[in-house]
């Protein structure tokens, strides 16, 4: 157990990719469950446990559904699980990092957003820049694409997931 968080932290850190995590279902099951678990944590305090649970279940659902696509686009299938795998360990990680900067932010929110402390905000920006570049990692290992077009996907998708989840957890139609 020790050398899959050792790996997901290298990921983390750009010093390994997705092609190093072992080709496993179970592994894969695990790492969903924990980066559902994660992911309801950070929308429940921002809404209820229901919108929570359908946010982080749309998440995942739409990170497998468009790297799937992107996979079979490029004739890499068989890449899914292992790429799909590390976007879900290391998201899980982030979301742990996330999990008391969200619950800072929604404390210290007041009517205002000029109340809440400029390092809570650029904490929250630095998490979000090393999210975009570890999917942009990822993304640029799995699909053999060169980093810009990398990080343009990884960019599309996280403002794609923010929008469609912001939609879900506060109601908006």
């Known amino acids: 157990m020790l050398s899959l968080l050792r790996l997901f932290l ?14 496993s279902t179970v592994l894969l099951g695990l790492a969903a469950l924990l980066y559902a678990v994660i992911n309801l944590g950070i929308g429940w305090w921002e809404s209820t446990l229901p919108r929570a649970l ?3 279940l749309l998440d995942i659902g739409l990170a497998a559904g468009l790297l799937f696509l992107a996979l079979r686009a490029r004739n890499l299938s068989v890449r899914f699980t292992q790429s799909y795998t590390a ?21 210290m ?38 980093l810009p077009l990398a990080a343009l996907m990884a ?19």
Not at 87 to 106: D, E, I, K, R
Not at 159 to 173: D, F, Q
Request: aromatic share 10%.
């Open 10 to 23: 290298d990921i983390l850190f750009l010093r390994r990719g997705p092609q190093d995590v072992p080709v």
């Open 54 to 56: 359908l946010a982080a």
């Open 87 to 107: 976007y879900l360990g290391t998201g899980a990680l982030l979301g742990v990092l996330a999990l008391p900067l969200v619950w800072f932010l929604n404390e």
């Open 109 to 146: 929110a007041g009517p205002s957003p000029a109340e809440i402390p400029m390092l809570a905000v650029l904490l929250w920006f630095v998490l979000l820049f090393w999210s975009l570049s570890v999917l942009a990692h990822i993304l640029r290992n799995t699909l053999e694409a060169p």
């Open 155 to 173: 960019v599309g998708y996280t403002m794609l997931s923010m929008e469609l989840s912001g939609r879900v957890l506060h109601g908006v139609t």
